[in-house]
């Protein structure tokens, strides 16, 4: 039989550089997890993603042992890094703080298209034009 999970926690971690302390520490030491398997285990897990912030989604089960699932960047976080901008625009879409080319936002698309609703990368290149219009950030070939 399955087991049932208790509590579900999510969670936005640098890949790699999990610790014991806060924040980590402050959500899932109430959880009665073992903070430091968690930690190497997603370390481990997300070595190869170094620099990249990563959502993850811990489920922990009554028994105290727990599964966790690493999602995709988010879209804000791929935005910035090619754009190599350090925040979005304050006034959103009527300042533009960055261009994009069609290649890097299928680029973001693909990356981001396992945990989008959608159900191939064209209607997932809007979903991410949306945010970037949001943030400030212009699309090459787009108004």
Sequence with gaps: MAKE???KIK???PAGKATPAP????????AGI??????????????????????VEISIY????FDFIIKTPPTAFLLKKYAKVAKGSVKGSKEKVA???????KEIAEIKLPDLNAY???????????TAKNMGIAIEGQE
């Design 5 to 7: 999970a208790v509590k």
């Design 11 to 13: 969670l936005q971690i």
């Design 23 to 30: 924040p980590v520490g402050t959500v899932l030491g109430p």
């Design 34 to 55: 073992n903070l430091q398997e968690f930690c190497t285990r997603y370390n481990d897990a997300t070595r190869e993603k170094m620099g990249d912030i990563l959502p």
């Design 62 to 65: 009554d028994d105290r042992s």
């Design 99 to 105: 261009t994009l080319s069609q290649a890097q936002l």
């Design 120 to 130: 191939d990368v064209d209607a997932a290149m809007k979903t991410v034009a949306g």
